[in-house]
């Protein structure tokens, strides 16, 4: 059988394009790495999904090499495996869309134009999209719709252009704390913002609102209220789903891709046949694909003549910061506010979004605030060294443990700001390291910009000061150049040039007709933002032109 | 599925398995790296009033479980069993005797010892993470009886809970 459209990864990247296809009546099919899990499937069971990385493949299975570069320019390489060094996220359908915590913010104008905005950094290879804003706008509405983002819009200095006047789901219900935190920030002079969330607060499209159990992040949803995309897009649509399927090749003639080779379960090889192939399985997986399927049109890898594919990785930049806050410079009435479980914070600041400094414009970021996850093994393990970071135990570790755990609370934030696209980043073939199916290991090049730090420090000390007014103790600060592994884009830029970029303006490949790469792969340079809502947006877009293809 | 038997949880143990301890070129003594590492989980988390005793925490059921766990690496085993080695031959250095017949006192002090040493560090906070797993994963594992260590900390579970063991 011949598939109109054969999708390989089925996260945000993939589904929104499943989801519209097989809607509007194509034959679609998505190839899965992973297993197909619905809501019955997920407990909140810290011990298998924190503890032994259930949703992850295993390291002696499946594994990168990462070769780290240093500023003197020295590489030391990291066999992923040995050093326990992971770079996968969620290895199911809807892929780590089901783990995310859908912090979604959309991406502003200006991040669509930021060479011409900002101009040049050297080392950095910073270009503006080819498309702006006003193109994903109405997408970035659909995804609010359709995935369903919860939210209040606020006016403040960087608010990005809207159609709609408010999202469409109310906002999800918020400690009381966030009050003390919105009095600070207003006594700062900082504007406090709403983050929206991917999480309906009530049943609406078919699926259970929010239970409020907590353990959002990390944690498949079992009410279906987080917008998967599994739960919002591949169970809403009759496209067939192979999980459990690796795609290592792809065929492809000069012009057209003919031919999907998958691993099954029982490491059976099968093969698919489609009139277009898109490609989606995260950003680093999708640069290893092409790159793995050489043929004699290609012999660097599926449409990479140029050289492109691989180059430009990204990850977010920034860092994370925390500071506790305890019970005895509180009421007892806050005292009970702070400990209330389920709740969310969902507070933001986006008030550097730009700034300037030493008279110079700087593209800044975003700073989210939340509680720390509510994983108590987790936190529990934390306590286990003390201010100078010796090993505690015996009754004076158990007195810490009970007092921080049942008298104070961690408020933490994140900070993300771009990571500057280098030619030192990105995606190749390690030689010599093979997966279980014995295909080469994706080699990740690692590399960032120093610009990147002293972004993400100017806008950690907005956030330190934030929890020092709000009297928070042991705040603690760690902005740094370590790439999360969740917050990956880059490797198949698109572009108007094709020496310069893998895919057109529409996520196409210059080189073939038929191959589409709809992850976070596109993106040039990533915002600063989460990017889950941009990808999900443009996947959308991409739905469209498709559409209008399959229909000439 | 958990290992919910006593015979397969004994059978099935590399941590019922021997140590064997040699002074020289001569066998000193040979020691069982359960009843090794459940006298150091009493050390690490002593029982009192106020939390969950040995029994709730259950840790040494617990450990064995998830040593089977396909999920933990082998590396991860070996470093166990080898810090149980190495342990007790501080021990046997030390006072000349192995770790479970040392007095409390004299056990403190080798464990202090041990965690100014970067194994010692290591091996310390690996046994007290999967004593901490025990204590507060939930109780289909096992450990955690009657949710004792919930309760201990105010901890309110997320819903819905695992109907089983996956390891």
Redesign the interface.
């Known amino acids: 059988m011949k598939y109109d459209i054969c999708i390989v990864g089925s996260g945000a990247g993939g589904a929104p394009i499943a989801y519209e296809l097989s809607n509007a009546g194509y034959k679609v099919v998505v190839l899965e790495k992973g297993p197909n899990y619905r809501e019955e499937d997920f407990s909140k069971d810290e011990v298998a999904v924190s503890r032994r990385d259930l949703y992850t493949p295993l390291l002696k299975d499946e594994r990168h090499v990462i070769n780290d570069r240093e500023e003197d320019g020295s590489v030391t390489r990291y066999d992923g495996k040995e050093y326990s060094w992971s770079f996968w996220n969620g290895s199911m359908v809807g892929g780590s869309s089901n783990l995310m915590s859908g912090y979604f913010h959309r991406m502003k104008p200006d991040d669509f134009r930021l060479k011409s905005k900002y101009g040049k950094i050297d080392g950095a290879n910073i270009v503006d999209w080819p498309i702006n804003y006003d193109d994903l706008e109405s997408y970035y509405t659909k995804v609010e719709e359709v995935i369903g983002v919860s939210g209040n819009t606020v006016k403040h200095k960087f608010s990005e252009p809207r159609t709609t006047k408010n999202f469409p789901y109310q906002m999800l219900e918020v400690s009381g704390v966030t009050k003390w935190f919105d009095s600070t920030c207003e006594s700062l002079g900082y504007e406090s913002i709403p983050t929206p969330r991917a999480i309906l607060p009530h049943s609406a499209l078919d699926r259970k609102g929010c239970s409020y159990s907590n353990f959002c992040g990390s944690y498949g949803c079992s009410t279906g209220a987080k917008g998967s995309a599994r739960a919002a897009l591949l169970q809403m649509c009759d496209a067939k789903i192979i999980s459990d399927a690796f795609v290592f090749k792809l065929d492809s003639t000069k012009s057209k891709i003919t031919k999907a080779h998958y691993y099954d379960k029982e490491l059976k090889h099968k093969t698919i046949e489609a009139k277009i192939f898109v490609v989606a399985a995260q950003a680093i997986e999708s640069s290893r694909l092409l790159l793995n399927s050489k043929n004699e049109y290609f012999v660097n890898g599926l449409a990479n003549n140029s050289g492109q594919v691989g180059k430009n990785l990204i990850f977010s930049a920034g860092g994370i910061g925390q500071g506790r806050i305890r019970f005895e410079k509180l009421t007892k009435e806050q005292q009970r506010e702070l400990m209330q479980p389920g709740l969310f914070f969902n507070r933001s600041l986006q008030a550097w979004y730009e700034f300037k400094a030493k008279d110079k414009k700087y593209k800044g970021g975003t700073i989210d605030f939340l509680f720390e996850h509510a994983n108590i093994i987790s936190r529990a393990t934390r306590e286990m060294y003390d201010e100078n970071g010796e090993l505690m135990w015996g009754k004076k570790l158990q007195k810490k443990m009970h007092k921080n755990l049942t008298t104070s609370r961690v408020l933490t934030f994140e900070v993300f700001n771009d990571w500057l696209p280098t030619d030192y980043c990105n995606v190749t073939i390690d030689d010599k390291a093979k997966d279980k199916f014995g295909v080469n290991v994706g080699a990740i090049n690692l590399y960032s910009h120093p610009h990147d730090i002293e972004v993400g420090n100017h806008l950690a000390k907005k956030a330190k000061r934030v929890l020092e007014e709000m009297g928070a103790e042991e705040i603690s600060v760690s902005i740094s150049s370590a790439p999360p592994p969740n917050l990956v884009a880059g490797g198949c830029r698109f572009g108007n040039n094709p020496k310069t970029s893998v895919l057109d303006l529409n996520c196409k490949a210059h080189e073939l007709s038929n191959l589409y790469v709809t992850d976070g792969s596109f993106m040039p340079t990533g915002g600063s933002v989460p990017y889950t809502w941009t990808i999900y947006a443009n996947s959308f877009r991409v739905a469209d032109v498709i559409m209008d293809e399959l229909k000439v | 599925m958990i290992l919910n038997s006593r015979r397969t949880f004994l059978k099935n143990s590399f941590l019922t398995s021997v140590v064997l301890l040699t002074c020289g070129e001569k066998l000193f003594a040979a020691v069982t790296p359960l009843q090794t590492i459940a006298m150091v989980h009493k ?4 029982d ?1 009033d ?2 969950p005793n040995a029994d709730n925490i259950n840790a040494s059921y617990y450990l064995n479980s ?1 040593l089977n ?5 082998d590396e991860n085993k070996t470093f166990i069993r080898n810090g149980v080695k190495w342990l007790n031959e501080e021990s046997v250095t030390k006072y000349k005797k192995i770790y479970t017949k040392l007095s409390s006192s004299q056990r ?1 002090k080798i ?1 202090q010892e041990i ?1 100014q040493t970067n194994w010692g ?1 290591s091996w ?2 690996t046994i ?2 999967y004593l ?2 025990a ?4 109780p ?2 096992g450990g955690n009886r009657d949710e004792t260590g ?1 309760k ?12 089983e ?3």
């Open positions: 050390d690490l988390f002593p009192s106020m939390i998830i766990h396909s999920r933990v690496t403190q464990l965690a560090d310390i906070n007290m993470s901490l797993e204590m507060l994963g939930d289909v594992y919930w201990w900390l105010n901890h309110k579970s997320g819903m819905p809970r695992p109907e063991a996956l390891v």
